[in-house]
């Protein structure tokens, strides 16, 4: 069995944080697209909560985490309060919010990963929930704003390759019997640090080869 | 432990009348997008039970009352029927199908908000799925339909209030310990009206605070 | 209760080979969007497993089939390294895909109905669920490339109604005690048959009746 990864206290804080900035990013391209303050909040709670809703669904963990614990419930609120009264400077501050978001991706494929395997997954079934963990929520968002999620973009810069780098570090560590606080501390860094040299120099992924055969550019 | 509020007979009649009148405005919804018969009776299903199985997959309620009951299965396929023939009429009584609807919403964030509160969960939590069960259906005929979510628009009328309003007197019942048949009747009554009032009067929410400074009309 | 239909390995070649054809059709939708690498990667893997995922959340079976067999996860992941380098030539055998997809329809739409069965539920909703088994992943796979679902579109080929035909042969044989290797190879059989028989005359189901009168073509 696996031993917990942090205190429940420590986790819990980290989750929470995570579950802030993802929020804020569901709430600005909400207000991005017109939506009133109903749409912003459920927006919000959408994007930092559907990444672990769907990995709690499909493994079993019934009812959810996002709905037993009040903290993460409310946390997604006072993100879209935020932003309702302050997005002007929100979006001012988009590189930080950005960096932000990069930590909680960090963090939400290595806490997914584990808790996927906890509950009896293989490494690689493990592996793929960490990734829809740390995407999940961000792809909810888009198909509900009605757009192409920007996972799937190739004109972005690489968001899936550092979750998966993130998750696979943790399922090596497992497998290996080496999954520690450090280990997996190490493993949200490599993550966290990929998204934001991603982001810097702006790494894209290839699309399909020979492609202009006969595709034409959209 | 949380007593049955109704007789099963009259909360199934009360369920079926919901499945109805949602599967109504989904199978108009269908017509015009132009869909041919079986998307319409598809948009019908999802748009009557979509909301009622997301609740019932989250708390473990499997498999989902939409596929042990017979009658919540077949209600929308009469439904869509009906529209199929009858769409110009229907349309013509487009007043009559949004009271419906504003029964529908009503009834199922009641009926949402208990059944979820009788599976364990927490009333905030239980007031969020109450809310989903009563929004949720729509939100995915609209994604279905690829439009936004009509729920998260600012130039709709209030949707999500009424059923968040009578979501929150269930909880505040259950914790006062005073919910019966009358009290649930007078929160899906209040649900009802509010969202009468609302389509009536347009009430609309508003939108990000300053929002002009940074972000243009769509 | 049910007898296994099959041998397990030629059901899970079966499968395999079903979720094979079904995640070419992804990725080969996600070349024509332009996605990046690992947006086809995706797109192939929710439409190769997305039916399965949601038939076994509906029914209890989780960890679904999809995360806990890892020859139903890699096999996406190869049809997608095979679009990826060959889609020019994938594109030109589009007939043979299509073939190939009308199989998997077929196949899925069986094995769909009698797990849905198997797990309890009635001849109604079995053939509902194994409807979504069969569709299911082609819905999200255009859902997540925002487009109108082509299940629900009146100007495609009918898809919808030889699955509906397939599953309802299964329940029949149950309902008649006559569920055999043969009777169900038997509605594969007509399933996959209608379906090419659809695609070659296009066949297209009606929309809704006297439509012209209200609404215009889009």
Known sequence: MLQPLFTPSVQHTLDVIGIFVFAISGALLAVRKNFD??????????????GGLFRDVVIGAVPPAAFTDLGYF?????AALLVIFLHPHVERIQV??????????????VTGTTKAFAYGLNLTASAALGLATAVGGGVLRDVLANEVPSLLRWDRDLYAVPAI????IVVLCIHYDALTPFTSGVAVVVAFVLRLLAMRYHWRA?????????????
């Open 74 to 78: 409310i946390t997604p609120l006072f």
């Open 165 to 168: 780098v993130g998750a696979c």
């Open 96 to 109: 930080g919010v950005n960096v932000f978001d990069a930590a909680g991706l960090g963090l939400f494929c």
């Open 206 to 218: 290839p699309r399909a080869w020979n492609r202009r055969s006969t595709v034409t550019e959209e």
């Open 37 to 50: 303050v109903f749409g912003i909040a459920v927006l919000a709670e959408v994007t930092a909560l559907g």
